[in-house]
């Protein structure tokens, strides 16, 4: 029974229309090969197909003959010819017409685009799940803010952007872990733990005035200040700041934690671990030593002096020695110093750590997320990560671009709780968790992103969140319409499986058909190239793909979903619409937004 689940899943996640043609072609050249009119010994697995820029070409392309031509000895058009011949005696396969220098297009039958409705209908869920990831062990760090506040708008487009990834990977076949570095370890923290005390001190009863330059001023300590004074009275007053430190920043940054768990939980964002920065040095244990004696080990640690960094006049610098990681044999502009003069460790010997720390829990892909603001800390990290791995470990870092707010146009500045920023809490409760969500991922990482409130609640085909959502809920109405106009009308899977789907011969439908049934192409190019984005926009065309096709029944009745009269023909319409409401739910899924079946 278990054995016949599993093979019944993974014959859906090979339903990929691209493989299924890939497989033709490859199967058409091991035949030539077999015939002699293909070396043997060149190897034809990596042939792919994709689809032709012009739709008129055909459904599919394949640039085989020219990739195979120098190899073979051959003219590519003789190679394309052959290929043809080869693939027109498919069963599936219209014709093949050779272009150009030897592309070779590929049209597939109506019947076999027809065919399709049922396997998506019946694949369900499954539908455009891979296994492109081999279940490989993958982290995904995301979020990272230091825990000296709550999440403000800057945060949030990374905060999406790590989670649509993670869910991305996960639909793909990556075994993910989604993980938050808690920076609680630096100099902010204890700027933190002052700021609280200043409140602790408020709750206690001082007029405590202004906030001091240099701490943070955010209401948002008030009840760390209060929890304090709660808990220990005027003890702490009585203390030294090396004795009350500790404590303080203790519970600022827990309670800092719990508010930024709600604000992102409030994006339905959660992470599997939080690791502190603050454990790589403690209970004696030290593992900032640790990974600097593994690239000792390596011979990547000397010591020696930096050249003077750009842009320093010459009595501004001081040449000194310290303790230095040959970051540049791994593509780095400069070695970079993992110790200061007076032999503490830098920031970045604290991020080699932490990353030699996921090697260690067995991550064989990671993946970081960055603000803007970081860029110039990549090709660090990189040579980082490629030394403790030996190369081994794939690690991605992906920017994410400053979001600009905008409320009819007009910049939004500031905030109703923090008086400087505007948190992410105010975003969600201003226009919902879903448009936030959406259109976060509706512009590629690392482009600048204009997010206006306005524009994302508007009811329109300008508003993507919204178009595509309708697009589901409008698929959900159309089988309660069918429901009334043809009374007992059985609606189920098993049904809709058996309709006669050689009805659906309109240009539009088998063009929508086409389009979703190129899910799977596309989660498997999402997932390696890890830009959930292209899922954004591919939902996006899907949804204006089922409008138009809706739209063009209000003028032309015998296209309408809903055939008045026409049994058959209304079970082939409802077959494609449930197999485009699937691939719209699944796809609004990875990115986390709901589906609606009803739209108010």
């Known amino acids: 029974m278990v054995a016949a689940l599993l093979a019944w899943k993974k014959r859906f996640y090979r339903m990929n229309v691209f493989a299924h043609v890939e497989g033709l072609i490859r199967a058409s050249l091991s035949a030539m090969q077999d015939a002699g009119t293909l070396p043997k010994e060149i190897d034809v697995s990596a042939i792919e197909a994709e689809s032709p820029r012009d739709k008129s070409h055909g459904d599919f392309a394949t640039n085989a003959a020219m990739v195979l031509a120098k190899k073979a000895g051959m003219k590519p058009r003789d190679i394309a010819e052959a290929l043809k011949v080869r693939m027109e005696a498919f069963e599936d396969v219209a014709k093949a017409d050779v272009a150009g220098p030897g592309f070779l297009n590929i049209t597939f039958k109506p019947e076999f685009w027809q065919s399709m409705v049922a396997t998506i209908v019946q694949a369900g869920d499954l539908f455009g799940r891979a296994d492109v990831g081999g279940d490989a062990k993958t982290n995904v760090e995301y979020v990272s803010a230091n825990p000296t506040g709550p999440m403000h708008v800057g945060h949030c487009r990374g905060a999406v952007f790590g989670d649509a990834l993670a869910r ?42 202004e906030i001091p330059e240099g701490l943070y001023p955010g209401e948002y300590l008030k009840p760390v200040g209060a929890a304090l004074a709660e808990a220990f009275g005027e003890k702490l007053l009585e203390q030294d700041e ?45 593992r900032i030593s640790e990974a600097i004696d593994a690239l000792k080990a390596r011979g990547l640690i000397y010591e020696g002096v930096l050249p003077k960094p750009k842009g320093h006049e010459d009595e501004e610098w001081e040449e000194r020695e310290q303790l230095l990681f040959r970051s540049t044999e791994f593509g780095d502009d400069v070695d970079r110093a993992i110790a200061k003069s007076d032999g503490s460790y830098t920031y970045f010997a604290g991020d080699i750590a932490y990353h030699f720390d996921k090697l260690q829990r067995g991550f064989t892909h990671l993946i970081n997320v960055f603000g803007a603001d970081h860029i110039g800390y990549i090709k660090r990290m990189k040579s980082a990560v490629a030394a403790l791995s030996d190369n081994k470990a794939e690690f991605d870092i992906k920017v994410c671009q400053l979001v600009k707010l905008f409320r009819g146009g007009e910049p939004v500045r500031m905030s109703k709780r923090s008086g400087t920023f505007v948190t992410l809490r105010d975003v969600v409760e201003e226009v919902g968790r879903d448009p936030v969500r959406f259109m976060m991922l509706y512009r590629k990482n690392d482009a600048p992103l ?66 979703i049934s190129a899910f799977p192409r596309l989660i498997e190019g999402a997932a390696r190239a890890h830009e959930p984005h292209r899922l954004a926009f591919y939902l996006y065309e899907v949804a204006n793909a ?55």
């Open 168 to 209: 991305l990977l996960e639909f793909a076949g990556f075994d993910v872990t989604r993980e938050y570095y808690i920076n609680d370890a630096g100099g902010q923290v204890d700027v933190l733990a002052r700021s609280a005390f200043l409140r602790y001190r408020e709750a206690l009863g001082e007029d405590i005035g």
């Open 242 to 286: 090396a004795d009350w430190m500790p404590v303080v920043r203790g519970k600022a940054i827990d309670m800092m934690m719990v508010m930024i768990r709600e604000d992102l939980a409030a994006l339905n964002i959660h992470h599997d671990v939080f690791f502190s920065e603050a454990s790589l040095k403690c209970n004696g244990r030290d």
């Open 450 to 515: 204009d997010f206006d409130f306005a524009k994302v609640t508007e009811q329109s085909k300008d508003n993507p969140v919204f178009y595509v959502q309708y697009a589901h809920a409008r698929s959900a109405s159309v089988f309660r319409n069918a429901a009334e106009a043809f009374e007992g009308l059985d609606t189920s899977k098993e049904a809709l499986m058996q309709a006669d789907l050689s009805k659906l011969t309109d240009p539009g439908e088998i063009e929508l058909i086409k389009m």
């Open 546 to 600: 089922l409008h138009s096709q809706w739209a063009r029944g209000n003028d032309s009745p015998q296209l309408r979903f809903i055939a008045q009269g026409d049994t058959g023909m209304t079970m082939a319409r409802l077959a494609m619409i449930a197999a485009t409401q699937q691939v719209i739910s699944s796809g609004l899924g990875v990115l986390g937004v709901e589906a609606p079946d009803a739209m108010r």
